[in-house]
C-alpha cells in the first residue's frame, strides 16, 4: 500500500521542479517522495511533529519549514516538493492570528502556495490547516471552511479536546478533535471522505488547478499521547490507517468509491 502510493508521489514530485530551495539538499537519497510540513509560531506545539509522524508512516521522507527551520519561505522552497503540510494550531488560536503570525514569515506569501498547488503540487491542511486552505487563508477551496462547533446542528458546543464521531466513507469512525472546521464546498472532482454527525464535510479532498487540497477538521495524525493528556480512548492507530487513507486519496491513488478504511 505505501509502496504505490511512493510511486504515485514520486511522479508528482518529478513534475513539481528540481531539489527544494533554501537548504541546498536534493531529494532523499532513498527515493521517498518529499513533504514539506510547516513549523512555526502558526503552528501548535507538536503538530508538525505528529504530521510528520503520519507521513512517514505514509511512505514521505519529511523537512519542516519555517522562521527558525534550515529551510525557510522563499521561491524555490517548494521546487521539487511532493506535498506541503500545513498543521494544527494553538488552542484557542484564532485563524486570523495564525494568517497573521504566517504573513510574517520571511519570504512567505500566499501566492508562492497557490502557485505551487495550481502547478500540480499538493496540499494537506490539517484543523487549523484546514481552515487556512479557505478565506482567510489560501483560499485553495471550492467553497469555504468554518468552525464545526459554532454550526447548527453540531454534535459539539465547545472548544475541549475530545473524540468525535464521523462516517468515514459511510463506516462509523471516532477521531481526535479539537475545535476543527467544517468544509462548505461543492465543485467538479470534490471528494468528501468523511461527515460530522448531521453531515457536514469533515474531511475533504478537491482540485485546485492541476493539483490537490486535502483538508481535515478532526485529527488523524493524533499520537496516542494526545488521547492519554485528555483520558480519551487511544484511536490513534486508527487514525493513522485513516489517514493513509487521506494521503492515498490526495495522490490519486484511490478512485471515489473505493474500499474505504478498515474499522478498528
Known amino acids: 500500500m505505501r509502496a504505490a502510493l511512493a510511486v504515485v508521489l514520486a ?30 509560531p502558526a503552528a501548535c506545539e507538536g503538530c508538525p511533529e505528529a504530521a510528520r509522524t503520519m507521513l512517514e508512516h505514509g511512505g514521505f521522507a519529511v523537512r519542516y519549514v519555517g522562521p527558525r527551520e534550515r529551510l525557510r519561505f522563499g521561491p524555490s522552497a517548494l ?29 512567505f506569501s500566499p501566492e508562492l502556495v497557490r502557485a505551487y498547488v495550481r502547478g500540480g503540487g499538493r496540499y494537506l491542511g490539517l484543523c487549523m490547516g484546514g481552515y487556512l486552505a479557505g478565506d482567510p ?6 467553497g469555504d471552511s468554518g468552525q464545526y462547533a459554532r454550526s447548527p446542528g453540531a454534535s459539539v458546543s465547545d472548544e475541549r479536546d475530545r473524540l468525535v464521531d464521523v462516517l468515514w466513507r459511510g463506516r462509523p ?23 460530522y454527525p448531521g453531515g457536514r464535510p469533515a474531511v475533504v479532498v478537491a482540485p485546485y488547478g492541476a493539483g490537490r ?7 488523524p495524525e493524533a499520537p496516542g499521547d ?6 480519551l480512548p487511544d484511536e ?21 468509491g473505493a474500499a474505504p478504511a478498515p474499522s478498528p
Open 11 to 40: 511522479v508528482v514530485a518529478a513534475g513539481c521542479g528540481g531539489s527544494p530551495g533554501g537548504d541546498g539538499q536534493a531529494q532523499p537519497a532513498d527515493g521517498r517522495p518529499l513533504a514539506l510540513v510547516y513549523r512555526g
Open 79 to 107: 521546487a521539487g516538493v511532493a506535498l506541503y503540510v500545513q498543521p494544527g494550531g494553538s488552542n484557542g488560536q484564532e485563524v486570523s492570528t495564525a494568517w497573521e503570525l504566517l504573513g510574517r514569515e520571511s519570504g
Open 137 to 142: 487563508g489560501f483560499d485553495l477551496l471550492p
Open 173 to 195: 469512525q471516532r477521531m481526535y478533535f479539537q475545535d476543527g472546521p467544517y468544509f462548505d464546498v461543492d465543485g467538479p472532482g470534490t471528494q468528501v471522505l468523511a461527515r
Open 213 to 219: 487540497v486535502a483538508v481535515s477538521g478532526p485529527h
Open 226 to 231: 494526545w488521547y492519554r493528556d485528555y483520558g
Open 236 to 256: 490513534s492507530e486508527a487514525g493513522l490507517a485513516l489517514g493513509e487513507d487521506l494521503l492515498r486519496t490526495l495522490t490519486g491513488d484511490t478512485a471515489p
